[in-house]
């Protein structure tokens, strides 16, 4: 679903960024402009959104499995 969302953005003129989480993202996310984190860089999304000049932001996708808190290396 978030590919053709990001698709259907694109097509209608809108700019796209997608950010996926490694190992849950689909790895069609590199045919638009991207930017890999893992899960202990979600931190960083408010820094990575405002240097693209997002005004709009969407969150769709699933994850697989809840991450394992105790291997995190945090930001």
């Not at 996310?29 to 997002?54: D, T």
């Amino acid at each position: 679903m978030p590919l053709h969302v990001a698709a259907a953005a694109e097509k209608s003129g809108r700019p796209v960024l997608i950010i996926g989480l490694e190992g849950e993202a689909d790895t069609g996310v590199a045919a638009f402009r991207h930017k890999w984190l893992n899960w202990g860089q979600i931190g960083s999304l408010p820094k990575i959104i405002g240097a693209h000049g997002a005004r709009d932001v969407v969150l769709i996708g699933s994850i697989k499995a809840r991450p394992d808190f105790k291997r995190l290396k945090l930001d």
